[in-house]
């Protein structure tokens, strides 16, 4: 079955604590993405990748790294996690950025940073 | 920085009622993508727009792109239940990277 499989679904930590959400999809895509969804903000991207090691900034990428070693992998690490992380957090992939494809979404990752 | 505004934020419609959601952005771009996301979970494709002009139908709902007004439109008719849900609507900002911008979402609730 074709999917985006994010782990681990949930999550509570404490400040400082370094954590990594792993993304894994199976469609031998080549974009993936992170984004963070925070009430009346919609969806807002963090990173994406167009390929392997290739990564590039989105619209609220402080406080985030990212790396793509594998096609099919795409890790979400927060190297010193604090309060204002707390969202929760989808990877998605499609086989290009712009096309007939829409993004596949992950189950989504809620973070609490206490 | 390109915007993404959906209106309404809020949508609460009897069965039954046709309504219509928008979206507009800011900036140029000629491919547009509506996703719904039920509570609790993930976001789910709905349509694909890929060119001014563009229409694409399934079911009750119906999506239309305006590359030139920077505008899409998605329209629900005789809205039943289970459309319950929140939609939005992406930008891909082709001509300004490789990088998505989404909507802030339309929270729809029909009521019977």
């Known amino acids: 079955e074709a999917q985006v499989t994010q782990n681990p679904r949930y999550l509570i930590t404490v400040t400082g604590k370094k954590l990594t959400v792993t993304c894994s999809q199976n469609?031998?895509?080549?974009?993936m993405s992170w984004y963070r969804q925070d009430p009346g903000l919609g969806l807002r991207q963090i990173y994406y990748s167009m390929n392997v090691e290739v990564t590039d900034k989105g619209d609220v990428p402080e406080g985030y790294k990212v790396s793509r070693k594998e096609k099919r992998n795409f890790p979400l690490i927060l190297e010193s996690p604090s309060p204002n992380q707390t969202s929760l957090y989808f990877c998605?992939?499609?086989?290009?950025?712009?096309?007939?494809?829409?993004?596949?979404f992950g189950d989504g990752t809620r973070l609490s940073i206490l | 920085e390109l915007k993404v505004e959906q209106n309404p934020l809020f949508l609460s419609m009897q069965e039954g009622k046709n309504y219509t959601i928008y979206c507009n952005y800011s900036?140029?771009?000629?491919?547009l993508y509506w996703y719904r996301q039920d509570p609790g979970k993930s976001l789910e494709s709905l349509f694909v727009l890929l060119s001014n002009g563009a229409v694409k139908q399934e079911g009750r709902l119906m999506a239309s792109l305006d590359t030139k007004a920077r505008l899409s439109t998605l329209h629900i008719t005789a809205a039943v239940h289970d459309l319950s849900a929140t939609y939005f609507c992406a930008v891909d900002g082709s001509h300004t990277g490789n990088q998505f911008y989404f909507g802030t979402g339309t929270s729809l609730t029909v009521i019977p």
């Open positions: 900036t140029t771009s000629d491919r």
């Open positions: 998605a992939s499609s086989l290009t950025p712009s096309g007939v494809q829409p993004q596949h």
């Open positions: 469609m031998n895509h080549e974009y």
